[in-house]
């Protein structure tokens, strides 16, 4: 029997960083796979990054993790979302060549001597008294582990449906993955159907570009690793996507097809993602619109594939021709894939612990899909901290919770354990409370330290990461030190600033919080800010823009905090708790909230009830000092 520390169930994004974490941190590592060759993979669009998924990429970057590093390898176009507006939304979006995605990914995972590869099923877990102990593969073989993370994406008792063809699998010429849900739900853990689907690809040379409007990536991308350097950026040639439309010939063809689509005739039960719906959900829940937006995005820069993003479908083959080519520029489209729709199994995350550590289950973890997510980013960044707490529990350390104040991945850790999800959740600027001062330009500035203490960032990036802080604090200074006197407003340039003269000398700290100055005009007037670095410009800006709204979140989270990491004691008797009814004590008894804070986002809690438990934990906490002789300050 081979002997591990740290098994990984599954070779999908939060695998990989859940593999390599543990690796880097020291553990011997098993990342198990059915096959090895589609470690990876993307199964779905080949973009990373987007609205908030920007954020998770760039916080498992800064962290130490992959996937910000593998988009720079792979990268076939950069383009900054949410560019003309504040800091606090904006978001980097890649689409990468999924070729090269995938293989880079997997020579990476290479490079780890203490990081083995298996090929093969997980049909079963052995677990004993303290908790998890081997994982038990198709073939009979059994590999020992002291901490275990089950990341298996869509494969669990995963179909696969084109209109009312139906086939076993989690992707286009994979196997489904039986055997793990048949031991999950026999080890007490309630399973639901989800769905996800994908479009059609399309021949590139079968489409007409010339009348579709060209998308084309920023002029100056900027890279999602904060700690790579590269020779040549970006590392590949960049391309074009394009944009075409929906019509209305194209919605009468799906609707005369509802009847044959298993979305509305009860085939397919799982749910889907709300805020990526099918074109069929689209043309149902939206008839009072005549068009809806495709974009034709490049898959490889050696394929002629196409994806067709906007258009996911489980329509049958001869309807998605049929309304693929009404679309403008798609008449005479040749198809490489048609759309399918995949259901498979999902765990309600609520009997998750922060660190995505089963409650019941000691040394059995869980991340991605499996949870009830939905995309690539908030996959990774389930993996990663999985991993790490992997990990922590094998080595005998600190495990890591990052707060919803500290992190959008904290933010979506914390909405799965504490609301779950009806359908596959999906990570929105929206969901973060304090998303001023979680934005993606300064995620290293808030989390390098933390990635450096768990040995995925090394003592180089570190240390950059502390002088990039002295810097800004330097710029700052410098701001603040720098005065423009009534005359200066007397310039041509001053007059174009639209802020009228001066009646006595001002800070250039100052001047730059109206919102129509600019650092780059600020030099133009004679402050020495070219002495610094575009990064660190950018930085002290935002500081000096923003303060007096990012103090106030700050002097909110003081408040916050104390009630938020209130802990509740394990195996905490609700029944003994007055004033609480017996519907919240229920829901506190099957979820099991680790803290106040999560006990408050519960579904069904009132605040009443968070105030009854916390006046009842003081007067435990009161009545135990009092046991003990002691004095509480």
Known sequence: MRSFDVIIIGGGHAGCEAAVAASKMGCRTALISFNISQIAAMSCNPAIGGLAKGQLVKEIDALGGVMGINTDRSALQ????????????????????????????????????????????????????????AVILATGEKLSARAIVITTGTFLRAVMHTGFDQSEGGRVGEDSAKGLSSWLSAAGFRLRRLKTGTPPRLKKGSIDFSGLVEQPGDEKPVAFSFYSKWERFPVLPQVPCHITYTNSQTHEIIAANFSRSPLYTGVIEGVGPRYCPSIEDKVKRFSERDRHQVFLEPESLSSDEIYVNGISTSLPLDVQEKFVRSIVGLERAEFARFGYAVEYDAIDSRV????????????????????????????????????????????????????????YIGVLIDDLISKGSDEPYRMFTSRAEYRLILREDNADLRLAEMGYGLGLVSGKDFSGVQQLRA??????????????????????????????????????????????????????????????????????????????????????????????????????????????SNEIRAR????RPETLGQMGRLQGITPAAVANLMIYLRMQERSSDKQRGGVRV
């Open 78 to 133: 950069y383009r900054t979302l949410n560019a003309s507006k504040g800091p606090a939304v904006r978001s980097s979006r890649a689409q990468c060549d999924k070729a090269i995605y995938a293989s880079a990914m997997q020579d990476y995972i290479g490079r780890f001597s203490g990081l083995t590869v298996v090929s093969g099923e997980a049909i079963e877990i052995i677990k004993d008294t303290s908790g998890v102990s």
């Open 352 to 407: 998750l612990r922060a660190t995505l550590e089963s409650k019941d289950v000691s040394g059995l973890f869980f991340a991605g899909q499996v949870n009830g997510t939905s995309g690539y980013e908030e996959a990774a960044a389930q993996g990663l901290i999985a991993g790490i707490n992997a990990a922590n529990k094998v080595l005998g350390r600190d495990e890591l919770v990052l707060k919803r104040d500290e992190a």
């Open 471 to 580: 810097n800004i604090s330097g710029a700052r200074e410098a701001l603040k030190g720098h005065f423009f006197l009534p005359e200066a407003s007397k310039s041509p340039i001053w007059g174009d600033l639209g802020v009228g003269p001066l009646e006595d000398r001002v800070s250039a700290e100052v001047l730059l919080r109206r919102p129509e100055v600019k650092w780059a005009e600020l030099c133009k007037l004679g402050f020495s800010g070219g002495a610094f670095s575009e990064r660190v410009s950018e930085q002290a800006e935002i500081e000096v823009k923003y303060e007096g709204y990012i103090q106030r979140d700050l002097d909110l989270l003081g408040g916050v905090r104390k009630s938020e990491a209130v802990k509740i004691p394990q195996g905490m008797d609700f029944d003994s708790i007055p004033g609480l």
């Open 588 to 591: 506190l008894k099957e979820f």
